[in-house]
């Protein structure tokens, strides 16, 4: 089947720096995602990595190596705004062999003062 | 702000009963994304269309049908609802038809059935 796996939830204190990973098992794999969820929100794009590596965005990097199936993101300098759920999504083909985002769960980021 | 509107945003209803939510994408998005979101739960894909056509197939139950009308919005419809479909359903748009990886969401629908 397909999955993805990331933490459910990780706390950090403000100005620190946090991971989340996500490990995936797809049958087909096209590159993988992160979007943001604010509480009540709508899920905002913020960052993708098709090939092994890591690609920043700011205070986001994003990482991945597809020989261990695995991926993270990372948060630098944490804001209280950045209080959030965090998805990682695989591109995969559908059951009609046309391509669709699989999400994770998603993990809630917990911020202290 | 995305640019993808979705109504209604809240809608509460009867097990048994049919509702229809509607999407319109960003200005220029010919793919639109059904998404249903349960209570802190990832997203499910749906159902996609692109240019009036249906390009993708997700999880979708036969009791759920959507469309793309010729100005580019869809309409998701929901039938003999039940406790279950209780959920957040977003609407997402993106230019091209092979789901890319960024997709701009609406606000959702959040849908509680009685």
């Known amino acids: 089947g397909q999955s993805l796996e990331q933490p459910s939830e990780v706390t950090a204190v403000e100005g620190a720096i946090v991971q989340i990973n996500c490990t995936y098992q797809?049958?087909?794999?096209?590159?993988l995602s992160w979007y943001q969820q604010h509480d009540g929100g709508a899920p905002t794009f913020l960052s993708y990595?098709?090939l092994d590596g890591l690609e920043e965005t700011g205070r986001f990097s994003s990482f991945l190596s597809r020989s261990d199936s695995y991926g993270y993101l990372l948060l630098q300098e944490l804001q209280m705004k950045d209080s959030a759920s965090y998805f990682c999504?695989?591109?995969?083909?559908?059951?009609?062999?046309?391509?669709?985002?699989?999400w994770g769960a998603g993990t809630k980021l917990i911020i202290k003062p | 702000d995305s640019g993808v509107t979705q109504t209604p945003k809240h809608l509460i209803t009867a097990t048994g009963q049919r509702v229809t939510l509607r999407c319109s994408p960003r200005?220029?998005?010919?793919?639109v994304y059904w998404y249903q979101q349960s209570l802190d739960q990832g997203l499910q894909f749906l159902i996609q269309?692109?240019?009036?056509?249906?390009?993708a197939k997700g999880n979708i139950l036969e009791r759920f049908s959507a469309q793309q009308f010729p100005d580019l919005h869809s309409e998701l419809n929901l039938s003999s609802l039940e406790l279950g479909d209780s959920a957040l359903y977003f609407c997402?748009?993106?230019?091209?038809?092979?789901?890319?990886?960024?997709?701009?969401f609406g606000p959702g629908t959040r849908l509680t059935v009685t």
């Open positions: 999504a695989v591109r995969d083909a559908a059951m009609d062999s046309n391509y669709q985002l699989i």
């Open positions: 269309y692109y240019n009036g056509e249906e390009r």
């Open positions: 997402a748009s993106s230019v091209g038809q092979g789901a890319p990886h960024e997709q701009y």
């Open positions: 990595n098709a």
């Open positions: 797809t049958s087909g794999f096209y590159g």
């Open positions: 200005s220029g998005d010919l793919s």
